[in-house]
């Protein structure tokens, strides 16, 4: 019986760690992070112009794929931009509070947005269904590297959302801020902060990816 009960146990421990990547990174510094990128997302500072690098080229092009994929429901290939350790997250306040103090509309680590993408994905999900097309537009990118580290970046810009969805049309708007960082796969996505215009108005159904 023991020894059953230990091939059992191992089993559900491989299960677990298959699909469900651990949190152990949202910890206090972790939040502390998020406010300090989050300041910096949004300081009014004029910055210096500078020679567009193959970094701000890069990041274009990541950034764009980033919202194709999303209008075409590809989530999988979707989340291979984003790091092991990555948080997606829309405040609900402006200026933009602590989320472990505010409620938010949205705070995903990689193991929440696994869920979400497997509940979409699913084709049950009765917020979509039908399932909502969109069609996403940004504009002023600006880059810029990490004060204190060499291998990242910040970026922002500001985007317009049309989603069409049981014959009604709607427009959402707002400015996105993400973290990137260069890694031995590649760039990647550390932060996506979607920052809605009317953050802190009634939502419709924003049950897709914003």
Not at 84 to 91: D, F, G, H, L
Not at 101 to 120: C, G, N, Q, V, Y
């Amino acid at each position: 019986m023991s020894n059953d009960l230990n091939e059992t146990t191992a089993q559900a421990d491989n299960v677990a760690t298959h699909y469900d990547p651990p949190s152990h990174y949202v910890i206090p510094a972790y939040y502390d992070w998020l406010m300090s990128v989050s300041g910096d997302l949004d300081s009014s500072v004029v910055r210096p112009l500078v020679k567009a690098s193959v970094h701000h080229q890069e990041i274009v092009t990541l950034l764009s794929t980033e919202a194709r994929l999303l209008d075409q429901h590809a989530f999988d290939s979707w989340l291979d931009l984003y790091g092991n350790e990555c948080a997606y997250w829309i405040p609900s306040t402006y200026p933009v509070r602590d989320p472990r103090k505010s409620i938010t509309l949205e705070f995903h680590d990689r193991r929440r947005l696994l869920d979400r993408m497997a509940r979409l994905q699913t084709g049950f999900a009765y917020s979509q269904w039908p399932a909502s097309r969109t069609t996403r537009i940004f504009s002023g990118l600006e880059t810029w590297p990490c004060p204190d580290r060499d291998d990242e970046w910040r970026a922002r810009y500001n985007f317009t959302l049309v989603e069409s969805r049981s014959g009604a049309n709607r427009v959402l708007a707002g400015w996105n801020g993400f973290v990137l960082r260069r890694t031995p796969s590649g760039l990647k996505v550390l932060l996506k902060q979607i920052n809605l215009i009317d953050c802190d108005q009634a939502q419709g159904n924003n049950s897709f990816f914003l």
